[in-house]
């Protein structure tokens, strides 16, 4: 039994690169398959969205064209997703990568009600190239996406097991919230997510749950409602 009929997972590029820095860790990306799989037969209709940065992070190549470099990161984003769609496919799961830029070749171009339709089929989806636009990050690419198909939350699964107050990494006396207010995530700058992300789902209702995927059964156990990470939206 699921507390969600239809989720959007962020997965951020960095936890497919296990203990290290750069690539595909294959171990950890079967385990992140593996929970995707048993979301999706729990009964839940499952869209992800993968950031890039094991690959490619842009904001840190100094002198680059900001367009040019935005472009590259969306090309890791297919990477990402392309792995993530391969390893989906060894466990069973039927899937459709589409890309917000075309590339026919290798991928459907994203098509809202197409969207829509393979999650009522059954299939996962993985939503590649961040919107299409540069300026634009891959959280905001979710709170877009989650928007248009109707998700009833995004799981925000990255590196971190909650929104703190700090860094807890630099203060051992952070504080980690269980829920707060997207106004509050704003006016505190607490980087947890983009103000643009943040904004959108304010405005469009939609409740974003942050956790830590090094377990990543933990998508498991949000789409069950179990009380883990932070869940951020405007009560």
């Known amino acids: 039994m ?43 209709e499952v869209a992800v969205v993968v950031g890039g940065g094991n690959y490619w992070r842009g ?3 100094a002198g680059m064209d900001h367009v040019r470099a935005d472009h590259i990161g969306m090309l890791a984003t297919v990477m990402n997703s392309l792995a993530v769609a391969d390893c989906l496919e060894k466990l069973g799961v039927e899937v459709r990568v589409q890309t917000a830029l075309a590339m026919q070749q290798i991928a459907e171009l994203y098509i809202r009600n197409k969207a829509v339709r393979h999650l009522e089929k059954g299939r996962v989806i993985i939503l590649a190239c961040g919107t299409g636009s540069p300026f634009f990050s891959t959280d905001t690419t979710a709170a877009l996406r989650a928007a248009e198909i109707g998700a009833d939350i995004i799981f925000k699964a990255s590196l971190v097991d909650g929104v703190y107050d700090s860094d807890p990494h630099k203060n051992p006396e952070a504080h980690r919230f269980d829920t707060i207010r997207f106004s509050d995530v704003l006016s505190g700058r607490l980087g947890v997510i983009d103000s643009t992300a943040a904004t959108m789902c304010r405005d469009n209702g939609i409740p974003i749950l942050v956790f830590d995927l090094a377990d990543p059964q933990n998508v498991v156990r949000a789409a069950k409602g179990e009380k883990i990470g932070t869940i951020i939206e405007e009560v």
């Open 2 to 44: 699921t507390k969600y009929k239809r989720i959007l997972l962020k997965i951020s590029g960095e936890a497919l690169a296990g203990d290290g820095r750069f690539g595909i860790h294959y171990p950890t990306l079967e385990s992140i398959c593996r929970a995707i799989k048993d979301t999706r037969d729990l009964g839940c």
């Open 59 to 61: 904001r840190e190549n």
